[in-house]
């Protein structure tokens, strides 16, 4: 997980709070991403940002907010958490080949 | 719908065998094709891309690519049970910049001493 890191490791929630997800990358390229991981589901794009200032909608991103500003960091927020929402999160950055992509070491949510 | 698919597996192998890994994909644009490797309880970890048709060796990993039949293959020689690991097959969306991958659900390896 070598340049990408991501804050908590882990954490709990009651339905209803709030909580951000911080990832933040020293490889200094342009495109992150936020997926879930949840069994039988595999990897699910939630928001990507091909560079600074922009963000798009992946597959699953109802629920969920996301905040690009700037080149480093890329944080994913839940307004009000839900059930639904206990996953396994990563946060991956593009690297300088083509279009291959490293990941953080992970979010472990529970939303109670 | 774009998909890349794997078989789920388990795949159990003995020790020193070699495994087979196998994804087909629905995109016939897609150029670049990325294996990935997942512990439990860890993050994905690239062992392999591969661009062009035909082999690409790596150590004992051997990625396979022939786009004419939309599948991309692994090999892994010697296998060995710190191998054991669920293997995720992803694909480039399309051709041109989007840097978006599709992922395939994951094959699990376990590899039996």
């Known amino acids: 997980n070598a340049g990408v890191t991501q804050t908590p490791k882990f954490q709990v929630l009651k339905t209803g709070q709030s909580m951000t997800l911080q990832c933040a990358q020293d490889?200094?390229?342009?495109?992150m991403y936020w997926y879930r991981q949840d069994p039988g589901m595999g990897l699910r794009l939630i928001y990507y940002?091909?560079?600074?200032?922009?963000?798009d909608k992946g597959e699953v991103p109802n629920g969920y907010n996301v905040s690009r500003l700037n080149k480093r960091e890329f944080s994913l927020r839940l307004e009000s958490a839900a059930p639904s929402q206990t996953s396994v999160y990563f946060c991956?950055?593009?690297?300088?080949?083509?279009?291959?992509?490293?990941f953080g070491p992970g979010t472990r949510l529970t939303v109670t | 719908q774009k998909e890349v698919e794997q078989n789920s597996g388990p795949l159990s192998v003995p020790e020193g065998a070699i495994a087979s890994l196998n994804c087909t994909y629905s995109?016939?644009?897609?150029?670049?094709f990325f294996w990935y490797r997942q512990y439990s309880g860890k993050s994905p970890e690239l062992i392999m891309f591969?661009?062009s048709n035909g082999d690409k060796e790596d150590g004992r990993f051997t990625a396979q690519l022939n786009k004419a039949s939309q599948y991309v293959s692994l090999l892994i020689r010697d296998s060995q049970p710190s191998d054991s690991a669920t293997y995720l097959c992803?694909?480039?969306?399309?051709?041109?910049?989007?840097?978006?991958?599709?992922w395939g659900l994951g094959t699990s390896l376990a590899v039996n001493p």
């Open positions: 991956a950055v593009t690297g300088a080949g083509l279009h291959e992509q490293y």
């Open positions: 490889m200094n390229h342009n495109s």
């Open positions: 940002s091909a560079s600074e200032g922009t963000t």
């Open positions: 995109d016939r644009g897609s150029q670049s």
């Open positions: 591969i661009y």
């Open positions: 992803a694909v480039k969306e399309g051709a041109g910049n989007n840097r978006k991958l599709i």
